[in-house]
């Protein structure tokens, strides 16, 4: 049987390369400095809001809380028998026995030891607060992408601790030269390729086109979000982006007739007196049951795609 090359009208595309990026990267920190005590969680665990991630040893703050603590004892004390004081100035004055000014001041020392009640109890708080921030939760669901400390280590003030990322959808970000960026745009079409999974070419829309140049390549980030429910993609991955932005003509086959010796791949085309002969030809992109010839034929030629039996140079062809 036989088919023809023909000249048709392809998409041409931009070419960006780049790779894969979790959807959301939380990086987990501390306010608080100290030992880590435990790590409760592993590298590629599934972690929901809330779960504990790690812990910092927390001596010194529950030291602190005992002082606190005794120290709102001591100033109840302190306000009990301020408050016994100025019930018994208040009596005396009532008769007489107290001056004003002797009264205000019992009085002035009764709202000075409620004061200091409440001042404890805030202290109080305060170290409540920061031994919060030494057991440290999820602060959202997530996948644990690298732990950035072991136990025992010492954590500092915004120190990155552990990572975690949202993995039911990756970011492909890519970079595009500058001659082509002004071509795409915002909502155009791209086909994503990540050549390191079979099977993995996703056609999506573009996010974003980054309107500034990376200061060292001169090339601008695209970006668009791949579904990942299968979990086969992982951050990090190489991925080529291309993206479609008018037509040119180009020699199309059935993808049939191609062979393959080697690295080599060629066509049997058939001549004018009906003999069939081998013509090595260099192929470019897929387009659904065709292929593209970037060099070999000119685009009409009658072409061999299936013998009965393997055919050599000179054979004649009977359809």
Not at 3 to 9: N, V
Not at 249 to 263: F, L, S, T
Request: aromatic share 4%; no cysteine.
């Amino acid at each position: 049987t036989t088919g023809r090359a023909e000249l048709a009208q392809v998409p041409r595309y931009v070419t960006a390369t780049g790779g894969l990026q979790a959807n959301k990267s939380v990086m987990v920190s501390t306010r608080m400095m100290g030992w880590v005590k435990k790590i409760h969680v592993e590298e590629g665990q599934s972690v929901a809001k809330g779960d504990p991630l790690l812990s910092i040893d927390d001596t010194d703050l529950q030291a602190k809380k005992a002082q606190a603590l005794a120290g709102i004892t001591e100033a109840k004390a302190v306000l009990a028998n301020a408050e016994k004081m100025a019930g018994r100035f208040e009596r005396l004055y009532a008769e007489k026995s107290v001056s004003k000014a002797q009264l205000d001041d019992v009085l002035t020392g009764r709202d000075r030891a409620a004061a200091g009640v409440e001042m404890a109890k805030a202290g109080l708080r305060e170290v409540n607060v920061h031994l919060s921030y030494l057991d440290i939760a999820a602060p959202t669901d997530g996948v644990v992408a690298r732990k950035m400390i072991e136990e025992g280590d010492m954590a500092n003030p915004g120190m990155p601790l552990i990572i975690l990322e949202q993995t039911e959808a990756v970011k492909v970000v890519a970079h595009l030269g500058e001659k082509d960026v002004s071509l795409v745009k915002a909502g155009d079409t791209a086909l994503v390729t990540v050549s390191s999974v079979a099977g993995a070419e996703y056609e999506v829309t573009l996010d974003r086109v980054i309107p500034t140049a990376n200061p060292g390549s001169r090339t601008y980030d695209i970006e668009a979000t791949l579904d990942n429910s299968g979990g086969k993609l992982r951050s990090g991955m190489f991925a080529r982006v291309r993206v479609p932005v008018a037509t040119r003509q180009a020699v199309m086959v059935p993808a049939e007739a191609v062979i393959r010796r080697g690295q080599l791949t060629g066509v049997w085309v058939v001549a004018d007196n009906q003999t069939a002969h081998l013509r090595w030809v260099r192929l470019g992109h897929p387009a659904g049951d065709q292929i593209e010839v970037l060099s070999g034929l000119a685009g009409s030629e009658t072409l061999v795609l299936s013998s009965d039996q393997p055919l050599a140079e000179g054979d004649k062809v009977v359809n």
